[in-house]
């Protein structure tokens, strides 16, 4: 059992800044790839950026891509995401997740956070 908690969430307007954390507990951390989630209003749960259990292997989507890192310490069992000029697109829930093998499929992951919200006003 792996519990995920995530913070650094909050309220900010577009072009701004925020860095996520999500800090693992239980279990061997650095045995998991780990990913970022998040889910808006009437939307289904989405996949954001995922990151190998290594650190030298990551995915991202689309809509994130030069925009958000994601990176992760294993010394401290914490992976990051790092955003950067933030659209209010963004807005949503974000949820940190453990799985087993580096992946994008949400149905891959076994642990997931409670998550943190993150808006973004233009």
């Known amino acids: 059992q792996v519990n995920l908690v995530e913070s650094g969430g909050g309220s900010v307007r577009a072009g701004a800044s925020l860095r996520l954390s999500c800090a693992a507990a239980?279990?061997?951390?650095?045995?998991?790839?780990m990913g970022w989630f998040r889910q808006a209003p009437g939307n289904e749960r989405a996949f954001v950026a995922a990151?190998?259990?290594?650190?030298?292997?990551?995915y991202y989507a689309d809509f994130v891509k030069g925009r958000f890192t994601i990176s992760r310490d294993n010394a401290a069992n914490t992976v990051d995401l790092q955003m950067n000029s933030l659209q209010s697109e963004d807005t949503a829930v974000y949820y940190c997740?453990?799985?087993?093998?580096?992946?994008?499929?949400?149905?891959?992951?076994?642990?997931w956070g409670q998550g943190t919200q993150v808006t973004v006003s233009s």
């Open positions: 997740a453990a799985a087993t093998a580096l992946t994008t499929n949400a149905k891959t992951f076994n642990f």
């Open positions: 239980g279990g061997t951390f650095s045995n998991y790839a």
């Open positions: 990151i190998n259990w290594s650190g030298d292997s990551t």
